[in-house]
């Protein structure tokens, strides 16, 4: 039973009664698993681009961006870098200080290698009296590590990750927001010259990223020729979840509802509001510095062509089923073309009538598209690519987390052990049909493909609900391609040493 106060909490933050009623179901029923047929690999759900092929698809995005077109890079930036810590704060609660884990002893060996030691430095110098060596050789390594996360230092622990300086340059460094103003230049810049950015970040950041927007964009558009035209949104707090005890009770502290973050499946809905043709997605650590961003470049664009040139295919079918009455061999190359270009299937499709198979064709055609990065998986975390069962009876290809898979099901669990690629978060996506008009892309996910997570709060056991990722069940129903691309273009920062890697260092 909702007290007054629940009520006003629930209106406030724009739930509805109903949509909170559908999260205490799920809480309740679970979510089932999908069935999935067999891991997507090259020559069978993922593309493999041939040398010779290249230049074509590198022309078709060139041709594509000299029209009136409008390009977004879309960049998930929300969150603190305390994760990237993690390791640093524990070494803080150790009792003596003592450097004996690899980690600490890596970061302080190489300490002189990381962008942000300069500024570290001086932080020293001005709080400690003297500089991180010195402090390095008087054994004063939590003076160090605290000003480095403390808000009194730099105050990296609480920072967003994409406002840290994480490669240095000749004469200057860069954060990752730096560097995706500068990938953005290289591969995004429409037929005006304008380069179009939106961040999604966490509403305790965006006075931080403003800043650095304004005094960065002028440097970087005079050195890179362009125009840049950066925004930025916050996830909206309707797509928080309710949390539950473990009898599926409301959870409240302090008789308060407690909510928590839906994931980034909730992003769906910023980018719902993006108005674009074509949209880059990619997340906000995996950057590198202009010395190793040629492969970047090069599949990013790859990756563009492809979609444009699927995309005018499926325009050109769906013109054509709209004004036409499409011959069966017509109609045939367009089933063929649904299952081996776009991995979208049905076993019944063949005993339809030609109305019925039209109208199949229809809403196949009828989705937002995405054209996907895939690397070889070598031990990276990362959701990964399989053909699935719809709901409609259809397969088609989705990327797919561990947790979506039943491990009690040998079966399933053999598929998930096969799979020997993932995906890094390298998207490109199209979001309008033939006519020019945006899809609603809330309407393509697959609300069965979250999960139930257990937190604490306060020293309390608690239930918390994941929306279906951005990347996963958010776009379900979208038409997918798998396209393979080389482990270079994947250079996260989930830990603070990754920084030390030499393609995080330059040449």
Known sequence: MLTKEDSECLAQKG???EKLEEQLKRFRDGFPFLKVYRPAVLGDGIIHIEESDKSFYIDKWASYLNGKVNIVKFVPASGAAS??????????????????????????????????????NDKCIEREGKGVLDLKKE???K????????SKGLNYGMLPKGLLLFHKYQNSFRTPFEEHL???ALYAKNGEGVVNLHFTVSPEHLKLFQSICSLKLEEHSFAYGTKFNVDFSVQKSSTDTVAVDKDNHLFKINGSLVFRPGGHGALIENLNEIEADVIFIKNIDNVVPDSYKQPTIEYKTLLAGMLVVIQQQIFDYQRLLEETDPSVELINEMLDFCKTKLYVFSDEVDSYSKERKIAYLKRMFNRPIRVCGMVKNEGEPGGGPFLCMNQDGTRSLQI???????KDDEEQHLILKKSAY?????LVCAVKNYKGEKYDLRKFVDQNTGFISLKSKDGKELKALELPGLWN?????WNTVFVEVPIETFNPVKVVNDLLRKEHQGR
């Not at 609660?93 to 290698?113: C, T």
């Not at 993932?422 to 390298?426: C, G, L, R, T, W």
């Not at 069940?473 to 129903?477: E, I, L, Q, V, W």
């Open 15 to 17: 739930i509805s009664v």
């Open 83 to 120: 994760r990237m810590f993690k390791t640093l704060f524990e070494f803080l609660d150790l009792d003596n200080g003592v450097l004996f884990r690899e980690s600490d002893l890596k970061f302080f060996d190489d300490i002189e290698k990381f962008a942000f030691f300069e500024s570290l």
């Open 139 to 141: 054994g004063r390594y």
């Open 143 to 150: 003076a160090i590590v605290t000003n480095l996360l403390d």
């Open 182 to 184: 500068v990938e953005g």
């Open 400 to 406: 797919l987390e561990s947790s979506q898979f039943d």
């Open 422 to 426: 993932f995906n890094p978060v390298d």
């Open 473 to 477: 069940g958010a776009m379900s129903d």
